[in-house]
């Protein structure tokens, strides 16, 4: 079988492509829930996906499909396209919050009169470009906007160091783990990014110290966000709940009191860039799927996980508070089920599986 | 047809193919055999024909047959025909044709003579260090050229006749130890299948060898010298070099290939870093800035700082066109004068810059018509797309391109336009060879032939981003 991944490929996408989406309004929601515990919050979000891609390269390293494939193998058609439904509706209810709030984003910060028709749907030609692409395209984008993310989130950071309180976090945990926890469980829509890896585990080329190198990149990605989190706290405190858009306000006390010169767009140009493909991607893998579940070609199936969205953003964008209160609060379990708890089980189940195939072999043998 | 005894009929019978008066026949008389010399009289290397072909057979005696003739003619490439029709084609080539009575093969000596171009500095790569010979329109001494750099019995060429009218010889050019051999057979097979009238030049048989037939990006490289063809050959690629075309053709092209210039190598590393900073800046300058300025005028002023938007408002007032078609329509300027300075004479040409630039820009900017920003950032523009000049056709386009999306959708299109464009370009193949290489997919070990140019050390192996048979090119 051919492998459409690098190890190294894999590591940028967690690295660049994933923490960017994290930094819009995620911590302003999680301040106002945790207030200075967001990033404890964030941290048992960060951990859950760490644990999940951990059980999922360690049980299924050696496997030489990815996980759907595997599926499909080991416990035949019916449970694989079962799944396979689960995962397309997983990924595609996993690209409204995002998208709502950067479209948000653009068209209060960017904008401010234009209207949403032509200032943010622009952004779903990018996504269904990408969707008709084959596979090692993710790879390929991965590889080339690792280092244009990384200037982004050096510059970022260092915009906003100066004026951060890093003290204002303190103390660690008097939210108390209900609020802790009602923290995580809400902001489950924009991390459950294990999910992505049952993409990559066993597709990828195998090299010396594998496991190594994509469990510290999950583990710096996550780093980054928990960082975020608390230079972002760091700067505004109590009020940070009120800061919508986290990106955007972190460094704006570094360039000017008012509303002019801001050049510490020139980060956020950058990382709004590597957020039209951590954007895209969600689709990209509800793409891929909706593909293997109706078997239809990659143009068909790209139109059915775009034109919801882009429907629902055009014309029924008055009820996206309801869709994110629908989503934050009632499907995040659906969010934990299938980002982490299923895949975690079925690796293992497909391990224990797999070892006794293998002692039975031995056995005949 | 077949060549027969009769020499009469033979003669009729290319008469009846090749009805032109240029080509010649010069009956004559191998000891006693009757014979005719039919050549392309201005093409034909008529003292070579005397000394090597007709001076010997004035000197046969008696009756003769094909082994004495082959011995006795002193011309260093004699081939055979057997067919009427190859033989008429042959003289329409430029070869001359031997036809003796009772003889059924007709002689076919490659001696031709026309007027070349002395070789000299392409206009389009010089350079300050280095090698200054450019390729010429004549195949045979762009071959020469090749084998003056690589006198390695390794180095190969194929050569092949594409056209049906023009019968244009091309040269697979090649290093049997190095290139990907399999590459060498995909493209042989490409060129003979190329059935068209004529090839005039290499650019048309690029066009075949494409494998994306309407992109706008280049799939495959040239150069029209002979050093940075050796050079790429050395690397793996695979070289085709056309009769009457001065320009060579390699396969595959990446992308980097064009941000590398001939002098970078003669120059030192850092000085070449420089140099290739400096260009992709440039690039980026030129495709951007005018696109950029137009949608910060037009919907986010607050990224301009404050004492640079006084100075656009200043020089903006009263000016009666809308930012994007003021940046638009100098632009358009800027595309007509160079179009019209390219296709003009040289001296005409002067006359065209100076009216365009200093006249009409001057004059443009006091009437009120366009402002002096958007003037100079065209102008920068300009300018900067010409520090790669192989790109500046495909990169215009481009810049016209987000000029359009900035105008109308504003920094965050221009976003979503950069996009698009590197998900084609990452997902852009040529011969299984990623485009964006070694950028994407990343490829360190070739990123010391990038933007960073490494030391020559450093470079013991060929590029990894290209297929070749053999890695390592420097034994430390």
């Given amino acids: 079988m051919i492998k459409t991944f690098r190890t190294r490929q894999i590591c940028f996408f967690y690295i660049s492509l994933l923490p960017v989406v994290k930094f819009f309004t995620m911590p302003s929601v999680l301040a106002g829930i945790c207030g200075e515990d967001l990033w404890i919050s964030a941290l048992f979000n960060c951990l859950a996906d760490f644990l999940t891609i951990s059980v999922l390269y360690f049980c299924l390293r050696c496997e030489n499909a990815d996980f759907f494939t595997l599926i499909k193998e080991k416990f035949g058609t019916a449970l694989s396209k079962t799944v396979i439904a689960f995962y397309t509706a997983f990924f595609l209810l996993k690209t409204v919050i995002p998208l709502c709030e950067e479209k948000d984003y653009v068209e209060l910060t960017l904008y401010m009169t234009s209207p949403s028709v032509f200032t943010f749907m622009p952004v779903f030609s990018a996504i269904f470009f990408i969707c008709l692409k084959k596979s090692r395209v993710i790879g390929r984008i991965a590889d080339g906007v690792f280092f244009i993310a990384v200037a982004g989130y050096a510059f970022t950071f260092a915009l906003s160091l100066s004026d951060t309180d890093l003290s204002a976090i303190l103390p660690v945990g008097a939210h108390g783990l209900k609020s802790l926890s009602l923290g995580a469980y809400s902001s489950a829509t924009w991390f459950n990014d294990g999910a992505y890896f049952l993409f990559f585990v066993g597709n990828f080329v195998k090299s010396k110290k594998d496991g190594l190198k994509i469990l510290f990149s999950v583990a710096l990605s996550s780093l980054l966000v928990l960082f975020f989190l608390v230079v972002f706290y760091g700067t505004f405190n109590s009020i940070a709940f009120r800061q919508r858009f986290a990106l955007t306000e972190i460094s704006k006390y570094t360039t000017a009191i008012n509303n002019m010169e801001r050049f510490d767009y020139i980060p956020v140009f950058a990382l709004l860039f590597t957020s039209v493909f951590s954007l895209a991607l969600p689709f990209y893998f509800a793409c891929e799927l909706s593909a293997r579940l109706f078997n239809i070609k990659r143009f068909v199936a790209a139109v059915f996980a775009c034109a919801p969205t882009a429907i629902f953003l055009i014309f029924f964008d008055e009820y996206f508070s309801t869709a994110e209160n629908f989503i934050l609060n009632i499907a995040s379990g659906y969010f934990i089920f299938f980002g982490t708890v299923f895949p975690v089980v079925m690796a293992v189940i497909i391990k224990i599986r797999a070892d006794k195939e293998k002692k039975y072999a031995v056995c005949e043998n | ?476």
């Fill in chain 2, 1 to 476: 047809m077949k060549i027969s005894c009769d020499l009469q009929k033979n003669v009729a019978a290319i008469k009846k193919i090749l009805d032109t008066d240029d080509v010649k026949y010069k009956e004559i008389k191998a000891g006693s055999n009757k014979g005719c010399l039919i050549f392309a009289s201005d093409i034909a290397d008529k003292e070579a024909l005397g000394s090597l072909i007709l001076r010997p057979l004035s000197a046969l005696k008696g009756k003769t047959d094909e082994k004495t003739l082959y011995k006795i003619l002193l011309s260093p490439e004699t081939d055979f025909a057997v067919n009427i029709e190859d033989a008429a084609k042959q003289i329409a080539d430029g070869h001359s044709a031997l036809f003796i009575d009772g003889i059924e093969k007709a002689f076919v000596f490659g001696l031709k003579k026309y007027d070349k171009r002395a070789i000299a500095e392409p206009p389009t790569s010089t350079v300050i260090k280095g090698p200054r010979e450019g390729f010429v329109e004549s195949l045979a001494v762009n071959v020469s050229l090749m084998r003056r750099k690589l006198a390695s019995p390794d180095l190969c060429f194929k050569y092949l006749t594409v056209g049906k009218f023009s019968a244009t010889q091309v040269a697979v050019c090649y290093i049997k130890t190095v290139a990907d051999t399999k590459l060498v057979e995909t493209l042989t097979e490409k060129i003979r299948s190329i059935n068209i009238d004529a090839i005039l030049d290499s650019s048309y048989i690029s066009k075949f060898l494409g494998e994306h037939k309407t992109s706008l990006f280049k799939q495959i490289g040239n150069t029209e010298k002979p050093d940075i063809l050796a050079a790429k050959i050395l690397e793996g690629r695979v070289a085709i070099i056309v009769d009457g075309s001065p320009i060579a053709l390699t396969v595959p092209y990446l992308l980097v290939e064009d941000l590398q210039s001939p002098s970078d190598y003669y120059n030192s590393s850092y000085s070449a870093t420089l140099a290739r900073l400096i260009r992709v800046f440039a690039i980026f300058l030129s495709l951007y800035l005018p696109a950029f300025y137009v949608s910060a005028q037009l919907f986010h002023l607050q990224f301009i700082p404050l004492s640079f938007l006084l100075t656009i408002v200043n020089s903006i007032k009263g000016i009666p066109l809308s930012p994007s078609f003021e940046m638009f329509f100098t632009l358009l300027i800027f595309e007509i004068l160079n179009e019209a300075s390219v296709r003009m004479p040289r001296y005409v040409g002067m006359v065209v810059s100076i009216v365009g630039g200093l006249v009409l820009g001057e004059t443009a900017v006091n009437a009120g018509i366009i402002s002096a920003p958007a003037l100079m950032i065209i102008a920068l523009s300009g300018i900067c797309l010409y520090t790669v000049p192989e790109l500046e056709q495909t990169f215009s386009l481009i810049r016209l391109l987000l000029l359009v999306i900035g105008g109308s959708f504003g920094a965050f299109g221009l976003i979503v336009a950069s996009a698009i464009l590197l998900t084609y370009l990452v997902s852009f193949e040529n011969y299984s060879t990623p485009l964006l290489a070694p950028f994407s997919p990343l490829v360190i070990k070739d990123l010391k032939d990038g933007v960073y140019k490494g030391f020559m050390i450093e470079q013991s192996i060929r590029p990894l981003s290209l297929k070749n048979a053999n890695k390592r090119r420097l034994d430390k």
